[in-house]
């Protein structure tokens, strides 16, 4: 199955710092998600990009599809932004397991006052 | 209201028991999927439902997990004689379309079993 790996794996910055967070993955997509994970564990959606380039507020994303990776952007960080972030990837494939989302192992984001 | 909700948010069982969790996802959404997050990992697959139909179960972990969804609206996932590696965090999302569509998750179920 496709595969997606993240980078880093934890980031901790400074409040006001910019970020940048990768994702790699193995295959084509037709569904690439972004999600930050509070600390009660809800998952939010940030942005649906499986191409292209979307902004919304401090947070921006990049994917370029036919290079197979994803970055997210995060600009002038406050400590609420602190949690882990997901991409999660879905192939063109469907059935024997490729119908969901395949997630990375996230970053793990600590944003210090 | 207008997300994707699941019941009991936190579930402990004594192993051997059966238990049943509950999803209702975003009215009108007709793609339902169930994931498994144990923790520190990201969440991995394990079923789908266009409508009332189980189109991909290959993701469940055993026979012991069986899913339904049998008037294309609320989901239910059971898991019967539970053993203490099932627990983990169960959660639900709704999708508008198909599996490309963008997915959006429910609060999740905490499944301890003891």
């Known amino acids: 199955g496709i595969q997606v790996e993240q980078s880093p794996p934890d980031l901790i910055l400074q409040e006001g710092a910019n970020s940048t967070l990768r994702c790699n993955f193995s295959?084509?997509?037709?569904?690439l998600q972004w999600f930050h994970q509070n600390p009660w564990g809800q998952l939010i959606n940030l942005f649906y990009?499986?191409?292209g380039t979307k902004q919304n507020g401090r947070l921006s994303a990049t994917t370029v599809a036919t290079e197979r990776y994803s970055l997210l952007y995060i600009s002038s960080s406050q400590t609420t932004d602190s949690g882990v972030y997901f991409c999660?990837?879905?192939?063109?494939?469907?059935?024997?397991?490729?119908?969901?989302?395949?997630f990375g192992k996230g970053t793990h984001l600590i944003i210090q006052p | 209201g207008a997300g994707v909700s699941q019941s009991p948010r936190y579930k402990v069982a004594k192993r051997g028991q059966d238990v049943a969790l509950r999803c209702d996802p975003i009215?009108?959404?007709?793609?339902l999927f169930w994931y498994q997050q144990a923790l520190g990992q990201g969440p991995e697959f394990l079923t789908y439902?266009?409508?009332?139909?189980?189109?991909?179960k290959s993701g469940l972990p055993s026979d012991r997990f069986f899913a339904e969804r049998p008037e294309g609206s609320v989901s239910t996932l059971k898991i019967q004689r539970t053993q203490q590696e099932d627990s983990a965090v169960y959660l639900c999302?709704?999708?508008?379309?198909?599996?490309?569509?963008?997915?959006?998750f429910g609060p999740g179920t905490r499944l301890t079993v003891t």
């Open positions: 999302a709704s999708s508008s379309g198909g599996q490309g569509n963008e997915q959006y």
């Open positions: 295959d084509s997509v037709n569904n």
């Open positions: 990009i499986p191409s």
């Open positions: 999660a990837v879905k192939g063109w494939d469907s059935g024997g397991g490729a119908d969901g989302l395949t």
């Open positions: 009215s009108g959404h007709v793609s």
């Open positions: 439902f266009q409508n009332e139909a189980q189109l991909d």
